[in-house]
């Protein structure tokens, strides 16, 4: 039985890092002529309409007990501030950095899951990763702001949008149910889309539809079939068996994907400052997940 569960998570896993790689760019192209909270609100249609489908021919169960309500809003806080904040960042943003400061989602998780979930307090190598971490941010962020002050706002975005989806994967962990992950992406989609729906009426209100690129038709189809569905099945099905901080653990090896992937195919420029503050992250986060390891390795061997 471990077997068969153990090779759908490693399927899971690879499903979320190419998805999780390309979606920053996505966000980018798509809210490139369609506005910010219109592009989330089509994307989040797509995927409600499609996981309605799929639910409906597989007749997956989806349950709407108090539990199951409590695990869709949860997971809906992550959805909705997440994204919003993402799109509305996009527009000054480029789209590795945005996959970069998500890459910050494993070490606020493990802050967070002290406080909700009662795990031991960070050890002195992961705090020492924690300051290199910010170090990093700093060089990042400093690189960005010197251009103008609308960056250094839409990095503020950003951060914020990790704050929620590390906050939702905590507190998804929480809930004590063992439903289908279809099932919680499907009631995930059905909670966030109206919150979406009134963040577009509320902020922008108009359609604009002649001014719609192919480029950002596509990348919103893609993102609502592969980034709100797939990806978020696949992100729920790991979350269900793998703890918080684990499972972040993917926002190591996505950012590099997308800094590669946003310098080519968008012409995002690679500073000094940039690489340098990428590389220590990367590092740093690095230490944290694996730092702990390699030494209580070390001393065995002694």
């Known amino acids: 039985m471990a077997k068969e569960r153990h090779v759908p998570i490693k399927v899971s896993y690879f499903i979320m890092i190419l998805i999780w790689s390309t979606t920053p760019l996505g966000i980018v192209w798509s809210s490139d002529t369609v506005s910010?909270?219109?592009?989330?609100?089509l994307r989040?249609?797509?995927?409600?309409?499609?996981?309605?489908?799929?639910?409906?021919?597989?007749?997956?169960?989806?349950?709407?007990?108090?539990?199951?309500?409590?695990?869709?809003?949860?997971s809906s806080i992550g959805i909705f501030g997440g994204m919003l904040l993402s799109y509305m960042a996009a527009k000054t943003v480029p789209s590795g950095i945005i996959s970069l400061m998500f890459g910050?989602?494993?070490?606020?998780?493990?802050?967070?899951?002290?406080?909700?979930?009662?795990?031991?307090?960070?050890?002195?190598?992961?705090?020492i990763a924690l300051a290199c971490a910010l170090i990093g941010l700093y060089f990042v962020s400093y690189?960005?702001?010197?251009?103008?002050?609308?960056?250094?706002?839409?990095?503020?975005?950003?951060?914020?949008?990790?704050?929620?989806?590390?906050?939702?994967?905590?507190?998804?962990?929480?809930?004590?149910?063992a439903i289908h992950p279809m099932a919680t992406t499907f009631g995930a989609l059905v909670f966030v889309t109206p919150l979406f729906f009134i963040a577009w009426l509320l902020l922008d209100g108009e359609l604009n539809i002649q001014n719609w690129s192919a480029k950002s038709i596509w990348a919103i189809g893609y993102l609502g079939v592969f980034g709100s569905l797939l990806g978020a099945l696949a992100y729920f099905h790991v979350l269900q068996n793998l703890n918080a901080s684990t499972v972040a653990l993917t926002t190591l090896i996505t950012p590099s994907f997308a800094l590669g992937l946003g310098a080519w195919l968008n012409n995002e420029p690679l500073s000094k400052e940039l690489i340098s503050g990428a590389v220590i992250i990367l590092l740093s986060l690095g230490v944290f997940q694996f730092g702990e390891q390699i030494v209580n390795r070390n001393k065995q061997k002694i």
């Open 104 to 127: 910050l989602a494993p070490i606020l998780s493990g802050l967070l899951a002290q406080q909700l979930l009662n795990e031991p307090k960070f050890s002195a190598i992961k705090l």
């Open 143 to 177: 690189n960005q702001i010197k251009h103008s002050q609308t960056q250094g706002l839409g990095l503020l975005y950003v951060f914020i949008a990790v704050c929620f989806f590390s906050l939702s994967g905590v507190m998804i962990k929480r809930v004590k149910i």
């Open 44 to 74: 989040m249609l797509v995927g409600l309409t499609l996981g309605a489908v799929i639910i409906a021919i597989t007749r997956i169960r989806v349950p709407w007990n108090k539990n199951a309500c409590l695990l869709y809003f949860y």
């Open 36 to 41: 910010p909270t219109l592009a989330v609100l």
